[in-house]
């Protein structure tokens, strides 16, 4: 059974910074493209980075130079570190993992930027 834990989350100030984790489990973690996602209220979900098994990364052009994607494959890991965090980054941030089909979901780790 596949499963996809994000964790990290929580509330920080403007200005502050947060490292969220998605760690997998059930699958060969190297093979998958794994996404960072992000759900504000009242909005659609958005990609923020994704990155593939072998560590290539790309960013939402509005988030680049602010957040910065890695993975650990030996800890299953992909890591999301947000720095300069602004209000409008508050939202609820899922990880995606995708080679075939299906594509596996987190249940989310909710992030607040808020003074």
């Known amino acids: 059974q596949v499963q996809l834990v994000e964790s990290g989350g929580g509330l920080v100030q403007p200005g502050g910074s947060l490292r969220l984790s998605c760690t997998a489990s059930?699958?060969?973690?190297?093979?998958?493209?794994v996404g960072w996602y992000r759900q504000a209220p009242g909005k659609q979900r958005e990609l923020v980075a994704r990155i593939t098994g072998g560590g290539s990364a790309n960013y939402a052009d509005s988030l680049k130079g602010r957040f910065t994607i890695s993975r650990d494959n030996a800890k299953n890991t992909v890591y999301l570190q947000m720095d300069s965090l602004k209000p409008e980054d508050t939202a609820v941030y899922y990880c995606n993992a995708v080679w075939r089909s299906p594509s596996y979901w987190g249940q989310g780790t909710q992030v607040i930027v808020s003074s």
């Open positions: 059930g699958l060969t973690f190297n093979f998958y493209t």
